[in-house]
């Protein structure tokens, strides 16, 4: 039995309505039939895959349908966190997507999921993505205060949702958490956050975040031991579409 989490498929088999941009390179190529063929010769149907947000570029289940196949033609056990592109995933739709396409499908949302004695708790997140003020060698000398207002906000509703997921888990008599966020724990200007607290205060052993990707992006966030917490990037062309074992 193990663990394994990677974020950031950006499926499209439902609609060719897709930024380019988001996706481009030599990594993205086929990445479906990469991640697919990866997954294929390591993971087994005792196990547990976390997909860690922005799941498919389909903006309704519709359009989304081809995707959710896919997704459960991958081995193992599948749980699902909001990404910021998972526009067919209103938090008020959890209960319905779950019904449809459980139990090979969970959507993780105000709840929690179990792996052996740890729970798995997790929601989307939100970091503040500037934009920033650069001087001339490239170092950051402000930002847009109004938007980093907004962020705010969206952290605190995020903030809410999470310590919801800890706090059931919390009831249900789990001890151990293993946490993951689609957004980075922290922004580029950060090196904690309520996120990062979050974690310190009930002692998760791992934050698991995706969304990071792009090779410029990869290291917007905190990676490694911080504060007795262990932070991993797991976006899909950082890890090569390999998925990051989390627990055996
Ligand atoms: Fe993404
Ligand atoms: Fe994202």
Sequence with gaps: M????????????GTDKVPRDQIKGRLWKDHETKFLRNCSGLITDEDTLVLIGDHSWGRNPEQ????FEYIRSLPGRKILIRGNHDMFWD???TGSLNS???PQLTFLQNSFATYGDYAIVGTKGFTFEGPFFLDRRGRIIGWDEEK???AKQLVSRELERLRMSFELAKQAGYGKYIMFLHYPPTSIIEDRSGFTDMAEEYGAEHVIYAHS???SRFHDSIEGEMRGVKYSLASGDFLRWQPLKILN
């Design 213 to 215: 990707h792009g090779e």
């Design 2 to 13: 193990a663990l394994y989490a990677l974020g950031d498929l950006h499926l499209h088999f």
């Design 91 to 93: 938090v008020k739709k």
């Design 64 to 67: 989304c349908g081809q995707d």
């Design 100 to 102: 449809q396409y459980g």
């Design 148 to 150: 980093e207002e907004h």
